[in-house]
């Protein structure tokens, strides 16, 4: 059993540093070469742009919780578990952690800490986090009851 646990914990990790890829991909694409360089007339829209940290990570975030959310219920938790059900246990959590986390780290990087850092300490903490909440929350009694394909 503990073993199996540790194994679905490497996985999980596996898993969310190709989500983190996206992630990180993501993020500098947007941050170095997209909002740089945007050119909008709308003053209230590059307002909410201008604060380049947060927009850059809640894209990014959504791209790469899409990726993780899809190979971990199949691969990590083995669940036969309703997809919208689960998906809207995971929307609940980062209901919570994406307003939290952007906070953070428009107040982190307003203080001086560099964007990259910020995100990288967002990121392991959301790992390890999301990892709990999948496991006890989310495919809670729900694991291991995906049916192997023959």
């Not at 503990?2 to 694409?29: E, H, R």
């Not at 964007?115 to 903490?125: A, D, F, N, Q, W």
């Amino acid at each position: 059993m503990k073993n199996s646990n540790a194994i679905q914990a490497v996985k999980f990790a596996l898993f969310s540093a190709s989500a983190g890829i996206i992630q990180v991909a993501s993020f500098t694409l947007l941050n170095e070469l997209v909002l740089p360089n945007i050119n909008i007339q709308n003053e209230k829209l590059m307002e909410i742009l201008s604060a380049e940290y947060g927009v850059c990570y809640l894209i990014a975030l959504i791209l790469s919780v899409l990726w993780n959310f899809t190979f971990n219920r199949r691969f990590t938790f083995k669940s036969a578990a309703n997809i919208p059900i689960a998906m809207a246990k995971v929307f609940g959590f980062y209901l919570v952690f994406t307003p939290v986390s952007t906070w953070l780290g428009n107040m982190a990087t307003g203080k001086g800490i560099n964007e990259y850092i910020v995100l990288g300490v967002t990121m392991l903490s959301n790992m390890v986090l999301e990892y709990l909440f999948c496991k006890f929350v989310v495919y809670k009694n729900q694991e291991n009851t995906m049916e192997e394909k023959k």
